[in-house]
């Protein structure tokens, strides 16, 4: 919202002092923020009235028009010749205009410093400005005509125009419609510094009954409908300067009085108004609801096909407006109107939004109509225009008024007079918060400390409790509220599981893994890069209502889909060795796809109501998952480097395992992506929590990715899970260890990992197995593979015996041997 200060001025005495800096950062306190200070010394002179004493068109080789003009711009500025010669190319006026001229040495807004050049073959000695050059809005291909007696030739225009007067642009949140209007700016300005307020809608309603016919048939959408009539109004009449310049200074255009003074009622008290040539009306006026398929061309020129969700005006002829947005073009104002019916009604919000939305046709009624105008404006809307329209235009107003429903009454809201007390932390003692509400322009009722307020007309925000809370506020001063840390409980240190993923993240750090962060996001087309069979699980995902991409609808049941194009991104950028990881949640839908109830917010939900939210939300593990491809060791002039494999995959996780002293079992497995021979599961608990291994061929090809790339991913919330408590550091044996090696020969298809744990199970002073070889060869048998392992044997309380270290050899051996394994002789 534009406001011209001298405008406010007008309705709001401000003492001398205050600057309009000062008055926004009061304003701007009071949730009105300011935008800008338009104005107030952008434009500099000279800047003068001029007179078109000659004009000849002459076309261009471009393919333009330009108008070679001669113009006075007074005794002072003129050349020898008596004017001065400018090149135009706007060509809304003639030879006699008022027009406005920047001479050379002016600047213009945005530091356009204006000079004379040589353009299409003459001296341009000058500018004829528009409005869009000035700063003041209206149509850049269009410059200002003014109206004769208005101004002298020579006049200084920048006080005609009122380009030194300063206009600040507010913010108007969507809680505060009535600041679309000066009359609410002033209202807001007044209470602010304390001050009365000349209110501009405090005017006196002549006249009753006997007006235009007119029937409401849709009073859902219209409660209220008011129109009276103009009659004998000279159309040729110009605008007044300070109107016109009010109008546009707030950023609209100057057309003709008659449309100008509907605008300025609407600026001035926020009520849109519209106007129609009586003459052009066929019947009495009809609201109702659109017919589908009916058509209304509006004013823009544009035919719009209606439908049953549309409020229209009409006559016996059909549609003439569509409510609360556009009239049509049939019975606009126009140059030969005399007789002007004046029409202002109440729309309700919701439908206008719908209706303006639907058409793609925003404008300053709907603007103001979908965020609420005052219901109680109507008919005093329609005295100020005519007012306004017989005092400049002439003609008279005729008696009859038309006023056809009532404005909704705004129901009363209670709250205990120490709300807004508890709500800020600031001491508000009952008159202050009284006087704060009746500023705003609410009744109050106080009756042993409770409040009883009804809101004025023009406030639909006010509905609650803690809205009556915020006008208090915003009176006393946001800035009175004390700035206040609460107190920090003791310190309770991390939680183990914190502890937990921090040690995880400084194990994949200390790996050479970079983490990334990657969209949660994945479709269809992930899934068949990935190679999932139609069957796979993973397929199924959790919805989104309004989805970022169409190709990602929903959110990822893995980590790999994200960090698969993470990693495509630095491959593409010529990174060649990648070592990526992410840790992050996978979304798992429940059985049968719940869907979660939504509760008020009126209260806190019961525990059976967070039961059944809780049920109706995805699982959401913490995944970590990883992708490498490159070098794990790059070669130099004495090594030859190794690339990485799917081994240091599987490494890594179960360094991961390791130190969060969790076992794992490593078992071969076969999952899609990953290629179905270099493969493995990690097995807790006989549950499969995790794979690593190199991608499938097909999965690199489909994302061009180079090949023998690796990946791994497992669920941390189950591995940390199974680890143990974090609690005072174990006791260590001083005693000293004993080492026995022992080679198995066993199924070639029997895991390693398989063997260990049955040696580690064997006895308690066997303290750590490592596999140091493996063997395939002549020396045994076919279908076979020798393991060498490493044992360390320990007691926490003695010196192991040799009758202690042959017992734990000989039971490893029979711990080997129930799983076909045999001492390789």
Same mark, same amino acid.
């Given at each position: 919202?534009?406001?011209?200060?001298?405008?406010?001025?007008?309705?709001?005495?401000?003492?001398?002092?205050?600057?309009?800096?000062?008055?926004?950062?009061?304003?701007?306190?009071?949730?009105?923020?300011?935008?800008?200070?338009?104005?107030?010394?952008?434009?500099?002179?000279?800047?003068?009235?001029?007179?078109?004493?000659?004009?000849?068109?002459?076309?261009?080789?471009?393919?333009?028009?330009?108008?070679?003009?001669?113009?006075?711009?007074?005794?002072?500025?003129?050349?020898?010749?008596?004017?001065?010669?400018?090149?135009?190319?706007?060509?809304?006026?003639?030879?006699?205009?008022?027009?406005?001229?920047?001479?050379?040495?002016?600047?213009?807004?945005?530091?356009?410093?204006?000079?004379?050049?040589?353009?299409?073959?003459?001296?341009?000695?000058?500018?004829?400005?528009?409005?869009?050059?000035?700063?003041?809005?209206?149509?850049?291909?269009?410059?200002?005509?003014?109206?004769?007696?208005?101004?002298?030739?020579?006049?200084?225009?920048?006080?005609?125009?009122?380009?030194?007067?300063?206009?600040?642009?507010?913010?108007?949140?969507?809680?505060?419609?009535?600041?679309?209007?000066?009359?609410?700016?002033?209202?807001?300005?007044?209470?602010?510094?304390?001050?009365?307020?000349?209110?501009?809608?405090?005017?006196?309603?002549?006249?009753?009954?006997?007006?235009?016919?007119?029937?409401?048939?849709?009073?859902?959408?219209?409660?209220?409908?008011?129109?009276?009539?103009?009659?004998?109004?000279?159309?040729?009449?110009?605008?007044?300067?300070?109107?016109?310049?009010?109008?546009?200074?707030?950023?609209?255009?100057?057309?003709?009085?008659?449309?100008?003074?509907?605008?300025?009622?609407?600026?001035?008290?926020?009520?849109?108004?519209?106007?129609?040539?009586?003459?052009?009306?066929?019947?009495?006026?009809?609201?109702?609801?659109?017919?589908?398929?009916?058509?209304?061309?509006?004013?823009?020129?544009?035919?719009?096909?209606?439908?049953?969700?549309?409020?229209?005006?009409?006559?016996?002829?059909?549609?003439?407006?569509?409510?609360?947005?556009?009239?049509?073009?049939?019975?606009?104002?126009?140059?030969?109107?005399?007789?002007?019916?004046?029409?202002?009604?109440?729309?309700?919000?919701?439908?206008?939004?719908?209706?303006?939305?639907?058409?793609?046709?925003?404008?300053?009624?709907?603007?103001?109509?979908?965020?609420?105008?005052?219901?109680?404006?109507?008919?005093?809307?329609?005295?100020?225009?005519?007012? /306004?329209?017989?005092?400049? *235009?002439?003609?008279?107003?005729? %008696? +009859? &008024?038309?006023? $056809?429903? #009532?404005? =909704?009454?705004?129901?009363?809201?209670?709250?205990?007079?120490?709300?807004?007390?508890?709500?800020?932390?600031?001491?508000?003692?009952?008159?202050?918060?009284?006087?704060?509400?009746?500023?705003?322009?609410?009744?109050?009722?106080?009756?042993?400390?409770?409040?009883?307020?009804?809101?004025?007309?023009?406030?639909?925000?006010?509905?609650?409790?803690?809205?009556?809370?915020?006008?208090?506020?915003?009176?006393?001063?946001?800035?009175?509220?004390?700035?206040?840390?609460?107190?920090?409980?003791?310190?309770?240190?991390?939680?183990?599981?914190?502890? /937990?993923?921090?040690?995880? *993240?400084?194990?994949?750090?200390? %790996? +050479? &893994?970079?983490? $990334?962060? #990657?969209? =949660?996001?994945?479709?269809?087309?992930?899934?068949?890069?990935?190679?999932?069979?139609?069957?796979?699980?993973?397929?199924?995902?959790?919805?989104?209502?309004?989805?970022?991409?169409?190709?990602?609808?929903?959110?990822?049941?893995?980590?790999?889909?994200?960090?698969?194009?993470?990693?495509?991104?630095?491959?593409?950028?010529?990174?060649?060795?990648?070592?990526?990881?992410?840790?992050?949640?996978?979304?798992?839908?429940?059985?049968?796809?719940?869907?979660?109830?939504?509760?008020?917010?009126?209260?806190?939900?019961?525990?059976?109501?967070?039961?059944?939210?809780?049920?109706?939300?995805?699982?959401?593990?913490?995944?970590?998952?990883?992708?490498?491809?490159?070098?794990?060791?790059?070669?130099?002039?004495?090594?030859?480097?190794?690339?990485?494999?799917?081994?240091?995959?599987?490494?890594?996780?179960?360094?991961?395992?390791?130190?969060?002293?969790?076992?794992?079992?490593?078992?071969?497995?076969?999952?899609?992506?990953?290629?179905?021979?270099?493969?493995?599961?990690?097995?807790?608990?006989?549950?499969?929590?995790?794979?690593?291994?190199?991608?499938?061929?097909?999965?690199?090809?489909?994302?061009?990715?180079?090949?023998?790339?690796?990946?791994?991913?497992?669920?941390?919330?189950?591995?940390?899970?199974?680890?143990?408590?974090?609690?005072?550091?174990?006791?260590?044996?001083?005693?000293?260890?004993?080492?026995?090696?022992?080679?198995?020969?066993?199924?070639?298809?029997?895991?390693?990992?398989?063997?260990?744990?049955?040696?580690?199970?064997?006895?308690?002073?066997?303290?750590?197995?490592?596999?140091?070889?493996?063997?395939?060869?002549?020396?045994?048998?076919?279908?076979?593979?020798?393991?060498?392992?490493?044992?360390?044997?320990?007691?926490?309380?003695?010196?192991?015996?040799?009758?202690?270290?042959?017992?734990?050899?000989?039971?490893?051996?029979?711990?080997?041997?129930?799983?076909?394994?045999?001492?390789?002789?």
């Amino acid at each position: 919202m534009r406001v011209p200060v001298e405008w406010l001025r007008e309705l709001v005495t401000l003492p001398d002092g205050v600057t309009t800096e000062q008055l926004a950062a009061r304003l701007t306190s009071f949730d009105l923020k300011l935008e800008e200070v338009i104005g107030g010394g952008e434009v500099v002179g000279p800047l003068v009235v001029g007179r078109v004493l000659s004009l000849a068109k002459e076309d261009q080789k471009n393919g333009r028009t330009i108008n070679w003009c001669r113009v006075d711009v007074g005794a002072d500025h003129n050349d020898a010749d008596g004017g001065r010669g400018i090149v135009c190319g706007a060509h809304n006026f003639v030879e006699g205009d008022l027009v406005v001229v920047s001479l050379p040495g002016a600047v213009l807004p945005g530091g356009f410093a204006i000079a004379a050049r040589k353009t299409y073959g003459h001296v341009s000695d000058g500018m004829i400005c528009s409005g869009a050059e000035l700063g003041i809005g209206g149509d850049a291909s269009g410059i200002i005509v003014l109206p004769p007696g208005d101004a002298e030739v020579g006049d200084d225009a920048i006080e005609l125009l009122g380009l030194g007067s300063e206009v600040l642009d507010l913010e108007v949140n969507p809680d505060r419609a009535y600041a679309l209007s000066l009359r609410g700016v002033a209202r807001d300005t007044a209470l602010a510094y304390g001050l009365d307020f000349t209110d501009p809608a405090d005017i006196e309603v002549t006249g009753k009954g006997d007006g235009y016919p007119i029937r409401v048939d849709d009073s859902d959408a219209c409660p209220v409908f008011a129109a009276r009539a103009v009659t004998g109004f000279d159309p040729t009449r110009p605008t007044p300067r300070w109107m016109a310049q009010r109008v546009e200074q707030a950023g609209m255009r100057s057309i003709s009085l008659a449309v100008d003074v509907t605008n300025y009622v609407m600026l001035e008290i926020g009520h849109p108004i519209h106007g129609y040539d009586r003459t052009k009306l066929r019947g009495p006026i009809v609201v109702r609801r659109a017919n589908e398929g009916e058509e209304l061309t509006t004013l823009d020129g544009v035919v719009r096909s209606l439908s049953t969700g549309d409020t229209v005006i009409t006559d016996d002829r059909g549609p003439i407006g569509l409510a609360g947005v556009m009239g049509g073009e049939e019975t606009e104002l126009s140059a030969s109107t005399t007789d002007v019916l004046i029409e202002a009604a109440h729309w309700k919000a919701p439908m206008i939004a719908r209706t303006a939305r639907l058409h793609k046709l925003p404008s300053e009624a709907s603007k103001r109509y979908e965020r609420g105008v005052d219901p109680e404006l109507p008919a005093r809307a329609t005295q100020r225009v005519a007012e /306004l329209l017989v005092e400049h *235009g002439g003609g008279v107003i005729e %008696d +009859g &008024l038309t006023v $056809v429903g #009532t404005a =909704p009454e705004h129901a009363p809201v209670v709250a205990p007079i120490e709300l807004p007390s508890l709500v800020s932390g600031v001491e508000i003692d009952a008159p202050s918060v009284v006087e704060a509400l009746e500023g705003n322009g609410c009744e109050v009722a106080l009756d042993h400390g409770t409040l009883t307020v009804t809101p004025p007309s023009w406030r639909f925000d006010i509905n609650d409790p803690y809205d009556l809370a915020e006008e208090v506020l915003r009176v006393v001063g946001y800035d009175k509220v004390p700035s206040v840390l609460p107190s920090a409980p003791a310190g309770r240190g991390l939680t183990t599981t914190q502890q /937990l993923r921090r040690r995880v *993240g400084l194990v994949l750090a200390g %790996d +050479g &893994l970079v983490e $990334v962060k #990657t969209f =949660p996001f994945a479709g269809p087309a992930d899934w068949q890069r990935l190679g999932l069979p139609a069957d796979d699980p993973r397929r199924h995902q959790v919805m989104l209502e309004n989805s970022l991409s169409a190709e990602e609808p929903g959110l990822t049941t893995t980590l790999l889909t994200g960090l698969l194009k993470a990693l495509v991104l630095n491959v593409g950028r010529g990174h060649h060795d990648v070592r990526i990881v992410e840790t992050g949640r996978v979304f798992e839908p429940r059985a049968g796809d719940p869907e979660a109830p939504i509760y008020g917010v009126d209260r806190r939900p019961t525990a059976e109501e967070f039961a059944a939210l809780e049920a109706a939300l995805p699982a959401q593990p913490q995944h970590v998952g990883l992708v490498m491809t490159g070098d794990a060791e790059r070669p130099g002039w004495g090594t030859a480097g190794r690339p990485v494999t799917w081994a240091d995959a599987i490494a890594i996780v179960q360094h991961v395992a390791e130190v969060l002293h969790v076992g794992l079992v490593v078992e071969q497995a076969q999952r899609a992506p990953w290629h179905p021979g270099r493969c493995a599961a990690f097995v807790l608990g006989g549950v499969t929590i995790g794979h690593a291994g190199e991608l499938h061929p097909r999965v690199l090809k489909a994302y061009g990715l180079p090949p023998r790339v690796v990946a791994a991913e497992f669920d941390l919330d189950a591995l940390i899970a199974a680890a143990p408590e974090v609690g005072p550091r174990p006791d260590f044996s001083a005693y000293p260890v004993a080492k026995e090696d022992l080679a198995l020969v066993v199924d070639e298809r029997l895991p390693a990992a398989t063997v260990r744990a049955a040696l580690l199970g064997a006895s308690d002073l066997i303290e750590s197995v490592r596999l140091f070889d493996v063997y395939v060869g002549e020396q045994v048998p076919d279908g076979k593979k020798s393991l060498a392992y490493a044992l360390r044997l320990r007691a926490p309380d003695r010196t192991l015996t040799d009758a202690d270290i042959k017992a734990a050899r000989d039971a490893a051996v029979a711990a080997t041997a129930a799983i076909g394994a045999s001492l390789r002789t």
